[in-house]
């Protein structure tokens, strides 16, 4: 049974960074396709970023472009989502997705 967890949200004022991390557990298999979504209240869920290990291939909306950074760690099975310049429409429910497989999320606040 795969795992995903995700953690490292928080309150901080716009300009400021976050790291969020992503644990998944209960797989083998490493270099599947990683990615992050967020949710802000009252919106459709909406995909950040994408990592695939395996290939090498990167991915950002062009709303995050150039500002938030994903990562994998293979030997600790963890893919994080380093945020920079945060902005107030950035505020939202971070999750992290593998295949049909969801975390919980973890919540980013940006705001003064």
């Known amino acids: 049974q795969v795992q995903i967890v995700e953690s490292g949200g928080d309150s901080v004022q716009p300009g400021g960074s976050l790291r969020l991390s992503c644990r998944v557990s209960?797989?083998?298999?490493?270099?599947?396709?990683m990615r992050w979504y967020r949710q802000a209240p009252g919106k459709e869920r909406e995909w950040v970023a994408s990592?695939?290990?395996?290939?090498?291939?990167?991915e950002y909306s062009d709303n995050v472009k150039g500002r938030f950074t994903v990562t994998s760690e293979k030997d600790k099975n963890m893919t994080y989502l380093q945020m920079t310049n945060l902005k107030p429409e950035d505020t939202a429910q971070y999750f992290c997705n593998r295949d049909a497989y969801w975390g919980q999320g973890t919540q980013v606040t940006v705001a003064s």
């Open positions: 990592i695939t290990p395996y290939s090498g291939m990167i």
């Open positions: 209960g797989s083998t298999f490493w270099g599947k396709t």
